[in-house]
């Protein structure tokens, strides 16, 4: 007769469990520590014993309670563009009756070591990285306990088996350089982001790549390496307008940067847009309310943090792990930073 009040598959997994603990050469117990993130074992143990759960296809599905959280995480909080992001998983959040707990951890390309340890004991029904990605073992710990994850914008090219909602990038890049083309620009720089990131790399390719076909070259001085951040658009901003030559427009590749520029143009007596066009990326909410009102590249960032969260969720549910990566449109937002350039 066949069980089915869960004792055929509690049997089952203390019989998987046990195989684990023969083959690690450990107790039973040292694997139901590893398993349930508890301390006492030895790092190489502790590796051991989940390389072994990984590849025995251990999954946790229906034995441990998770709580009725979903996870954020960032290397950096505090700007609009994260604000946006937790929007956005609030949003999915609120449908499903769950709360939303964010960490700072690490830094872009992923969070700090011991991050990891507290995920697995607060047991969130999902995570969502705003980051570049995650370390192997990180993902065989949280698969093995049936915890999924899924990637915002990596910084780099996750692997195959990593999910991951981002943004068409290189088109966003093409549609700033058209648009100040059709203006009649011919001098315009860049200020890109961090080149190690590959969004700031497919924004600054596709922008090149517009310019290229119209046969419009882009002198070496005329590209800068920013961090995304205010800061650095305010301190590129300044370099390039201080150019024997300067831009007649510069495209920045965030809103933060864009922001910078237009400090730099205040205290240079340069005016915005009759002898600078700016143009962003992101279309922060910031971006409408700037004097004047910034053209920008929407990115549509809560909407990217929605499609992770439900992808999140959905991973949960499912038997087996999808490998995605879903880019969503960017579309140009014209408003007044822009304009044709001094005869």
Known sequence: MTATDGTAAAGGERATLSRIADEAAVSLSTVSKVLNGRAGVSDSTRARIEALLYEHGYNRRGTA?????IEVVFGQLGTEWTLEII????RVAREHGLSVVV????DRHAPAPDWIEGALERRPVGVVLVL??????SRRQLRVRNIPFVIIDPAGDPPPDVPAIGAANWSGGTLAARHLLE????RVAVIAGPDDMLMSRARLSGFRSALDA??????????RVGDFQLESGLEHGLALLSLPEPPTAIFAESDLQALGVYEAARSLGVVIPDELSVIGFDDLPVAAWVGPPLTTVRQPTADMAEQAT???LRLRDTSTHEHLRIDLATQL???SSTAAPRK
């Open 214 to 223: 119209a046969g419009v070259a882009v002198p070496p001085e005329y590209v």
């Open 333 to 335: 937002v014209v408003r």
């Open 65 to 69: 309670q998770p709580s009725s959280l």
């Open 183 to 186: 203006l009649g620009h011919r």
């Open 310 to 312: 439900r992808l999140a």
């Open 132 to 137: 570049s990605g995650l370390p192997e073992d």
């Open 87 to 90: 929007r956005g998983v609030e």
């Open 103 to 106: 960490t700072e951890s690490g």
